[in-house]
C-alpha cells in the first residue's frame, strides 16, 4: 500500500537564492506549473514579511497566511489564472460545436 501512494505523489522544490526552500508534495495529477507558482508567491510573500535576521535566528514563525493558500490552491484551476481562462475557453467552443 505505501509504494502505491509514494508512485502517486510528487514532490515540488525549489530553493531560492536568498537561502530558503520550499516544497509542495501533491498527487501526480497537480499541475507543476502551479505547484511552483504557489511555491514563488509563498517564498516572496515570506521574505517581504520577515526579515532575513527573523527567519534564520526562529525556531517557529507565525505565518497563517499559508492556511488560506492550501484552501485556494486546492483546485489548481481556480487558482491558476491562465488554467482558468483555457477552462473556460475549452467551455466556449463545446458549446459553440454543439450549436
Known amino acids: 500500500m ?9 514532490a515540488h522544490v525549489y530553493s531560492h537564492p536568498q537561502g530558503i526552500s520550499g516544497m509542495i508534495i501533491s498527487d501526480k495529477d497537480y499541475p507543476s ?3 511552483f507558482s504557489l511555491i514563488n508567491k509563498i517564498m516572496d510573500e ?6 532575513t535576521d527573523v527567519w534564520k535566528k526562529a525556531d517557529t514563525l507565525d505565518y497563517p497566511e499559508i492556511a488560506d493558500y492550501l484552501v485556494k490552491y486546492q483546485d489548481p ?8 481562462v483555457q477552462k473556460e475557453l475549452d ?5 459553440l460545436v454543439s450549436v
Do not use: G, Y
Open 2 to 10: 505505501k509504494d502505491e501512494m509514494s508512485k502517486n505523489n510528487v
Open 33 to 35: 506549473r502551479v505547484a
Open 46 to 51: 515570506f521574505l517581504v514579511k520577515f526579515s
Open 77 to 84: 484551476q481556480q487558482a491558476d489564472t491562465i488554467m482558468k
Open 91 to 95: 467551455e466556449t467552443t463545446a458549446i
